[in-house]
């Protein structure tokens, strides 16, 4: 199972929006609302952002949104600020020929 | 607050066995509404979801790693454990545990152990 395709880099000013890509198939992002999306800073563990498609955790800055279309998933950074620069990594629940998890291989965002 | 706490060697040999254990405190690890999970990440690389056990001993292994992974959970003593066999060092990373509420969402890390595979 390949892993889900995202672009390495992103960027934006402070005050502006960025989406990252997070793009499957049809037997993971295309078939499940099981789509979360990590941001994890150096040396730290991944914090979770955004779970089923377009839920927040609690605590989680209503800055941040997802979305899905067909199998493409997005995550949304609105207001951007210095401390949003980090990794970002989509992950998506997918059955094959078993049940499983994988990961998009990442995506660097930079606040410029 | 729920935490957990990876342990184990921080150095393995070619060839031989990593092992590591998972402590869970501040909250069930019998509970029937969260699976228990690893996930590792090689140096300077990405994320890679290992695989997962249900409170009643259901596994989810990811499919490159099924022929040499066990993933096993001890609920007396509030822990959940990973073995990998037959290491290289393609299999050195921070290896993570965390819990997994729905498919594949974690919002609960531990703070990740480094296993280096080296002789």
């Known amino acids: 199972q390949s892993a889900l395709t995202q672009p390495p880099s992103a960027s934006g000013s402070p005050g502006q929006s960025v989406t990252i890509s997070c793009t499957g198939t049809?037997?993971?992002?295309?078939?499940?609302?099981?789509v979360s999306w990590y941001q994890q800073h150096p040396g730290k563990a991944p914090k979770l952002m955004i779970y089923d498609v377009s839920k927040r955790p609690s605590g989680v800055p209503d800055r941040f949104s997802g979305s899905k279309s067909g199998i493409t998933a997005s995550l949304t950074v609105s207001g951007l600020q210095a401390e949003d620069e980090a990794d970002y990594y989509c992950?998506?629940?997918?059955?094959?020929?078993?049940?499983?998890?994988?990961f998009g291989g990442g995506t660097k965002l930079t606040v410029l | 607050q729920l935490q957990l706490q990876e342990s184990g060697p921080g150095l393995v040999k070619p060839s031989e066995t990593l092992s590591l254990t998972c402590t869970v405190s501040g909250g069930s690890i019998s509970s029937s509404s969260y699976n228990w999970a690893w996930i590792r990440q090689p140096p300077g690389k990405g994320l890679e979801w290992i695989g997962s056990i249900t409170y009643n001993r259901k596994t989810y292994y990811n499919p490159s790693l099924k022929s040499r992974l066990t993933i096993s959970v001890e609920t007396s003593k509030s822990q959940f454990s990973l073995t990998l066999t037959s290491v290289t060092a393609a299999d050195t990373a921070v290896y993570y545990c965390a819990r997994d509420q729905t498919g594949g969402s974690c919002p609960d890390w531990g703070q990740g152990t480094l296993v280096t595979v080296s002789s």
């Open positions: 049809s037997s993971d992002v295309g078939g499940y609302n099981y």
């Open positions: 992950s998506s629940f997918v059955r094959t020929n078993t049940a499983h998890v994988i």
